[in-house]
């Protein structure tokens, strides 16, 4: 298990190298290459310790012993030219293993400043473990910094879901495992970890957590398990038979070094792991695997990907060929989950569709669709897990849908731990389902409503065999009390002429297209009454709006109420607008997604009798008053100071602080405890930092700031200095820290109150002024601190401060009421129409 000791080291070793080494897969293995060389020494020096002789560092190696960089007599540079020397040299050393070489293979120190190495192998040095296997610990958080790999479309999978794949995937100790795309091997280590654990004396199924339950842990603090499972039912021959069976391919030569390492660290001294490219190479063609699990690449290179011949599926994009291959390459019980953007899931494309219907006929039992923020900070990509199993497949007409909302964890950037998980659950469901297909008797009804099976033939129904679940829980039974009815059947549709220049077009219907500045209009015929308005095309495609209010899109199609229908277009809108989410489900397309007539015309709605329609809009027309009143109000407020003249003016540097030294963690309390805030979470005119996540000193990394009660934090850079980002940090627990440079502090004296900074420092004048003299080039421009400074305010007596502010924070009490309000009748028309809908 990581202990807090070993993770702040290898935080503060980042610290130290981010200055001169920026890049974080650089500083990983800058940080591998050290711990590995420190590794090498520690087992020379424990061979010697108990009588042996040294393995790795003798002959004319020995000069380049770990121990031989501290002697002290050595200066600076001379530590420096050593070191530097010997991790080139160390891949010609004869006496370390070949898998050791391969690691050190092209290694280099990227910087000459002897005093940050100093600094670094200082940390590196205090590093201790008992075996492999606690390094290989702090490894794992360490490749936890990678995250994205930018242009390549790689994604560093979550651990928790990386587990979650494995359980379901269940592998054997007599199974050939494969990732084909293996990055740090976090599929090889955990399938290798899962087959140890479930051979293992002390191991119970019944009781012990799975990684997936986890609470309470940062994802880059999850490990294993700490409960030392030996894997002492495998006999030796097992063993090597398991280490033989596990192998990864990756087209990146800095990944297959990471790879070596990690897998080397838990337990797998000869892993196989090779520089490989699945894509275009056949070197490994003819080989198969039972079990396959992969993250592969999302995107495809710049200048595109030239494939051999021998796919199923002719493509040129890498999620496709990807899956092809994974699919291709299972033996014929094999099986695999893949995680896949949504592209593969519902893209009309030729190759996207061929794919589809060659997964469904051949080999898909089930698709798991994970929440947009799994991949935060680095993507908010949308993806999903293909489950690829060739005898279910064959045992089953149907398809599992699984809809993940929760993993765990929130999806902003922060990834704090949350009470809300679904994987315990539908993990037991999963189980559940494939003991059914077993036994045959696969069931198409849950009462769970994120899980959902689907015949193959509905799937094949359109021909474009779209893999979103949400699409077939659309035309769900309606629980409504009144009639249903299909929209085509009440009202008529009419396409709008898609905006392709700028012109203005005759019509009622205002559409301003992406990237235009002016109102463009669809040629909409004259029409007399109501219409509703769709838009058809882009980020937004199937976003609904009323009437001649304007909509964002460069295409729309419009709905009419028919001649002599008893229906009201205001309640056709409510009863859409209601279902929004799942309209936007609608979308089909990658860049550029589209809703089609087709896809609105036979979707099916609750249709009360006329005078249950106007009683119903009528009571949501009132609500809507009052939320737009409240709304006004809300959005209209800014606290502002009345500024009597005889007030005196002061510049800010001379009543406050600006930008007070910086307390170093070393000066404080071990335990105190302090309130971190993202600039996230910073809204405009929040006097109060809320909420707030409270962490140990310990839990906070080197070089963040903090700032005492009353300090005033005001953002310095381009946007939110304009947008009036600045807040008050007090009521807090003994204070406030932020991780960013990017505010200016203005710590107040006893003359002034740091609200009355606060309310100055938000006004239109200072924003303005601030603005006209921000320093910088392109989107990142800064307010200067000399400006912050020099800056006057009115600087009235404590008493009148005190009675401004005080009137500011009852108008501030007045807007909350007013945003509790709207929330409040917000809620009353979706439960209204809920009702019509049968779900309340």
Same mark, same amino acid.
């Given at each position: 298990?990581?202990?807090?000791?070993?993770?702040?080291?290898?935080?503060?070793?980042?610290?130290?190298?981010?200055?001169?080494?920026?890049?974080?897969?650089?500083?990983?293995? +800058?940080?591998?290459?050290?711990?590995?060389?420190?590794?090498?020494?520690?087992?020379?020096?424990?061979?010697?310790?108990?009588?042996?002789?040294?393995?790795?560092?003798?002959?004319?190696?020995?000069?380049?012993? =770990?121990?031989?960089?501290?002697?002290?007599?050595?200066?600076?540079?001379?530590?420096?030219?050593?070191?530097?020397? @010997?991790?080139?040299?160390?891949?010609?050393?004869?006496?370390?293993?070949?898998?050791? *070489?391969?690691?050190?293979?092209?290694?280099?120190?990227?910087?000459?400043?002897?005093?940050?190495?100093?600094?670094?192998?200082?940390?590196? $040095?205090?590093?201790?473990?008992?075996?492999?296997?606690?390094?290989?610990?702090?490894?794992?958080?360490?490749?936890?910094?990678?995250?994205?790999?930018?242009?390549?479309? +790689?994604?560093?999978?979550? *651990?928790?879901?990386?587990?979650?794949?494995?359980?379901?995937?269940?592998?054997?100790?007599?199974?050939?495992?494969?990732?084909?795309?293996?990055?740090?091997?976090?599929?090889?280590?955990?399938?290798?970890?899962?087959?140890?654990?479930?051979?293992?004396?002390?191991?119970?199924?019944?009781?012990?957590?799975?990684?997936?339950?986890?609470?309470?842990?940062?994802?880059? %603090?999850?490990?294993?398990?700490?409960?030392?499972?030996?894997?002492?039912?495998?006999?030796?021959?097992?063993?090597?038979?398991?280490?033989?069976?596990?192998?990864?391919?990756?087209?990146?030569?800095?990944?297959?070094?990471?790879?070596?390492?990690?897998?080397?660290?838990?337990?797998?001294?000869?892993?196989?792991?090779? %520089?490989?490219?699945?894509?275009?190479?056949?070197?490994? =063609?003819?080989?198969?695997?039972?079990? /396959? !699990?992969? $993250?592969?690449?999302?995107?495809?290179?710049?200048?595109?990907?030239?494939?051999?011949?021998?796919?199923?599926?002719?493509?040129?994009?890498?999620?496709?060929?990807?899956?092809?291959?994974?699919?291709?390459?299972?033996?014929?019980?094999?099986?695999?989950?893949?995680?896949?953007?949504?592209?593969?899931?519902?893209?009309?494309?030729?190759?996207?569709?061929?794919?589809?219907?060659?997964?469904?006929?051949?080999?898909?039992?089930?698709?798991?669709?994970?929440?947009?923020?799994?991949?935060?900070?680095?993507?908010?990509?949308?993806?999903?897990?293909?489950?690829?199993?060739?005898?279910?497949?064959?045992?089953?007409?149907?398809?599992?849908?699984?809809?993940?909302?929760?993993?765990?964890?929130?999806?902003?950037?922060?990834?704090?731990?949350?009470?809300?998980?679904?994987?315990?659950?539908?993990?037991?469901? /999963?189980?559940?389902?494939?003991?059914?297909?077993?036994?045959?008797?696969?069931?198409?009804?849950?009462?769970?409503?994120?899980?959902?099976?689907?015949?193959?033939?509905?799937?094949?129904?359109?021909?474009?065999?779209?893999?979103?679940?949400?699409?077939?829980?659309?035309?769900?039974?309606?629980?409504?009390?009144?009639?249903?009815?299909?929209?085509?059947?009440? &009202?008529?549709? +009419?396409?709008?002429?898609? /905006?392709?220049?700028?012109?203005?077009?005759?019509?009622?219907?205002?559409?301003?297209?992406?990237?235009?500045? @002016?109102?463009?209009?669809?040629?909409?015929?004259?029409?007399?009454?109501?219409?509703?308005?769709?838009?058809?095309?882009?980020?937004? @495609?199937?976003?609904?709006?009323?009437? $001649?209010?304007?909509?964002?899109?460069?295409?729309?199609?419009?709905?009419?109420?028919? %001649?002599?229908?008893?229906?009201?277009?205001?309640?056709?809108?409510?009863?859409?607008?209601?279902?929004?989410?799942?309209?936007?489900?609608?979308?089909?397309?990658?860049?550029?997604?589209?809703?089609?007539?087709?896809?609105?015309?036979?979707? +099916?709605?609750?249709?009360?009798?006329?005078?249950?329609?106007?009683?119903?809009? @009528?009571?949501?027309?009132?609500?809507?008053?009052?939320?737009?009143?409240?709304?006004?109000?809300?959005?209209?407020?800014?606290?502002?100071?009345?500024?009597?003249?005889? =007030?005196?003016?002061?510049?800010?540097?001379?009543? &406050?602080?600006?930008?007070?030294?910086?307390?170093?963690?070393?000066?404080?309390?071990?335990?105190?405890?302090?309130?971190?805030?993202?600039?996230?979470?910073? $809204?405009?005119?929040?006097?109060?930092?809320?909420? &707030?996540?409270?962490?140990?000193?310990?839990?906070?990394?080197?070089?963040?700031?903090?700032?005492?009660?009353?300090?005033?934090?005001?953002?310095?850079?381009?946007?939110?200095?304009?947008?009036?980002?600045?807040?008050?940090?007090?009521?807090?627990?003994?204070?406030?820290?932020?991780?960013?440079?990017?505010?200016?502090?203005?710590?107040?004296?006893?003359?002034?109150?740091?609200? =009355?900074?606060? !309310?100055?420092?938000?006004?239109?004048?200072?924003?303005?002024?601030?603005?006209?003299?921000?320093?910088?080039?392109?989107?990142?421009?800064?307010?200067?601190?000399?400006?912050?400074?020099?800056?006057?305010?009115?600087?009235?007596?404590?008493?009148?401060?005190?009675?401004?502010?005080?009137?500011?924070?009852?108008?501030?009490?007045?807007?909350?009421?007013?945003?509790?309000?709207?929330?409040?009748?917000?809620?009353?028309?979706?439960?209204?129409?809920?009702?019509?809908?049968?779900?309340?």
């Amino acid at each position: 298990m990581l202990d807090s000791e070993t993770k702040k080291r290898i935080d503060t070793a980042r610290d130290i190298l981010v200055g001169k080494v920026p890049d974080p897969k650089s500083q990983v293995e +800058q940080i591998t290459i050290a711990l590995i060389y420190k590794f090498m020494d520690d087992m020379d020096l424990e061979s010697e310790e108990l009588g042996g002789e040294r393995s790795f560092f003798r002959g004319e190696f020995e000069k380049y012993a =770990w121990r031989k960089i501290f002697d002290p007599r050595m200066g600076g540079f001379e530590i420096l030219n050593l070191y530097s020397e @010997a991790i080139l040299k160390m891949n010609i050393n004869p006496d370390i293993p070949q898998l050791f *070489r391969d690691i050190f293979k092209n290694a280099y120190l990227p910087y000459r400043d002897p005093e940050t190495l100093k600094a670094f192998l200082k940390i590196i $040095n205090e590093f201790s473990y008992d075996h492999s296997e606690r390094l290989g610990d702090a490894f794992e958080y360490l490749l936890s910094v990678l995250g994205s790999q930018g242009e390549a479309g +790689q994604f560093r999978t979550p *651990r928790h879901i990386i587990d979650f794949m494995v359980a379901i995937m269940d592998p054997k100790k007599d199974e050939v495992i494969l990732d084909p795309a293996c990055g740090t091997a976090g599929f090889l280590i955990s399938s290798y970890k899962h087959i140890i654990k479930n051979n293992s004396s002390n191991y119970n199924p019944d009781t012990d957590i799975r990684m997936f339950e986890t609470k309470d842990l940062s994802l880059s %603090e999850i490990v294993i398990n700490s409960k030392n499972y030996k894997g002492d039912k495998l006999t030796p021959e097992e063993r090597n038979r398991l280490a033989n069976n596990i192998k990864g391919y990756d087209i990146s030569p800095d990944m297959v070094r990471l790879s070596l390492v990690n897998m080397y660290l838990h337990g797998l001294h000869a892993p196989h792991i090779y %520089e490989y490219d699945t894509l275009t190479s056949e070197d490994h =063609w003819n080989e198969y695997a039972d079990v /396959i !699990l992969a $993250n592969p690449p999302f995107m495809s290179p710049k200048g595109g990907i030239r494939p051999h011949k021998r796919f199923s599926i002719s493509s040129s994009r890498s999620e496709v060929l990807f899956v092809d291959y994974i699919a291709g390459h299972l033996t014929p019980n094999g099986r695999a989950a893949v995680i896949v953007p949504e592209g593969i899931i519902f893209q009309s494309g030729k190759a996207y569709k061929s794919l589809r219907k060659m997964l469904v006929e051949n080999c898909l039992v089930g698709v798991i669709s994970l929440p947009a923020g799994v991949f935060n900070p680095y993507s908010g990509v949308k993806t999903s897990i293909l489950w690829l199993d060739r005898t279910l497949a064959k045992k089953t007409d149907k398809i599992l849908f699984v809809k993940i909302e929760n993993d765990g964890f929130d999806l902003g950037a922060q990834r704090r731990p949350i009470k809300q998980n679904d994987l315990p659950g539908l993990f037991r469901n /999963i189980l559940d389902y494939k003991k059914h297909i077993v036994s045959q008797k696969a069931s198409n009804t849950y009462s769970e409503t994120n899980i959902l099976v689907v015949s193959k033939s509905e799937i094949a129904g359109n021909s474009e065999f779209n893999l979103s679940g949400d699409r077939y829980k659309i035309s769900s039974v309606i629980s409504s009390d009144f009639p249903i009815v299909p929209l085509a059947e009440i &009202c008529e549709f +009419q396409k709008g002429t898609p /905006i392709t220049k700028k012109e203005v077009l005759e019509g009622p219907i205002p559409v301003i297209a992406g990237g235009q500045t @002016a109102a463009y209009y669809h040629r909409i015929s004259n029409r007399d009454g109501e219409t509703i308005t769709i838009s058809s095309s882009g980020a937004y @495609a199937g976003f609904i709006n009323y009437f $001649n209010t304007p909509i964002y899109a460069s295409d729309c199609f419009t709905i009419k109420v028919k %001649e002599k229908q008893p229906v009201l277009t205001k309640f056709i809108y409510h009863i859409l607008k209601y279902k929004q989410e799942d309209i936007y489900k609608f979308q089909i397309g990658g860049g550029q997604p589209h809703v089609y007539l087709k896809h609105l015309e036979p979707f +099916q709605i609750p249709l009360p009798p006329l005078s249950v329609q106007e009683e119903i809009v @009528a009571e949501v027309e009132s609500y809507q008053k009052i939320i737009d009143g409240a709304r006004q109000v809300v959005e209209n407020y800014k606290p502002r100071i009345d500024i009597d003249p005889g =007030w005196p003016m002061v510049e800010l540097g001379v009543v &406050c602080e600006i930008n007070p030294k910086k307390s170093e963690i070393k000066d404080l309390p071990k335990d105190l405890e302090v309130s971190f805030v993202p600039m996230a979470e910073i $809204n405009e005119n929040q006097m109060f930092f809320s909420p &707030c996540q409270i962490k140990k000193l310990g839990d906070v990394y080197n070089g963040y700031t903090y700032f005492k009660d009353n300090d005033v934090l005001l953002a310095q850079v381009t946007p939110c200095f304009e947008n009036g980002k600045a807040g008050v940090a007090r009521d807090l627990v003994n204070g406030i820290g932020f991780g960013s440079s990017e505010y200016i502090v203005i710590r107040t004296t006893d003359t002034v109150l740091p609200k =009355w900074i606060y !309310l100055n420092i938000i006004s239109d004048k200072f924003k303005q002024l601030g603005k006209m003299i921000m320093t910088g080039t392109g989107g990142l421009q800064r307010v200067p601190k000399e400006f912050v400074a020099s800056y006057k305010i009115p600087f009235p007596s404590l008493k009148i401060q005190r009675k401004v502010i005080e009137d500011v924070d009852l108008e501030i009490s007045s807007i909350e009421s007013n945003k509790r309000l709207i929330s409040v009748f917000e809620q009353k028309i979706k439960d209204r129409i809920a009702k019509v809908w049968g779900e309340k």
